[in-house]
């Protein structure tokens, strides 16, 4: 993730670097991604086989947590880390219960905001905003006008952080940052959460995804540190577990192992 807004997009941009959202769509089994993305994902996927796994139980994770949602009558989403767009989309799952749903994606790729900028146009019902920002500047999230514009922050909101918190270091106030976020949503709203692992991985795996994390960009953390992480919330049923189980009655069976997904996840009320 890039730092605010202090460079166009034009200057961000870089396809030599791997960046999360296009590694993440290349696992998915997209086309919106380079060579060194690619190169990333292999890397990664050579020390966990099952790295593709994860990111479709992921995906389906959101998927089910927002129509959750969206059936408890929520009606506004801020979608933080949303990724290039995809089939299944946040708005896509609320609208097809909640036509009148609102939603703001952020991310911060340049080819993510051109993506969303073409795909995702707002309905005659339900507006749709997308903001170019990075989720280690909460304050400048949480004052964009165009949330503002698109939100009813006196009204309850689900706050989506799906697959991003892992990209925040310890060293970058990845507490101040939630404590921000859900302290700006009024009683009522929402969050879900899903967060990687390694808590399941062997010693050798850990050494290999280790030797490709040299920068410390992504920081694996278990499920009782993302607990600890998301204080003060309500977990709702079935609290903090994998994402392969959170209310998977109605997913294919049979369900992956919680070792092969190694992704945790939540949906919690503020009180």
Known sequence: MSGGNAESGADRFDSTVAHPARRYN???GGKDHFAADRASG???????????????ENRMFLGRAVEFLAGQGVRQFLDIGTGIPAPGNTHDVARSLQPTTRTVYVDNDPIVLTHARALI???PEG??????ADLRSPEDILAHPDLHATLDLTQPVALLLVAVLHFIRDDEDRQGIIDKLVGALPSGSYVVASHATWEYQTPE???EL???NRDGRFVPRTGERLGELLHGLDFLE???VSVSRWRAEGAPKPRPSIEDVSCNGVVARVP
Do not use: F, K, Q
């Open 26 to 28: 290349y696992w998915l």
């Open 42 to 56: 292999d890397a990664i996927e050579a020390a966990m086989p099952t790295i593709r796994l994860m990111a479709v």
């Open 121 to 123: 146009t707002s309905g």
């Open 127 to 132: 507006a749709i905003a997308y903001l170019d």
């Open 205 to 207: 795996a850990i050494a």
């Open 210 to 212: 280790s030797a490709n």
């Open 238 to 240: 079935p609290g903090l």
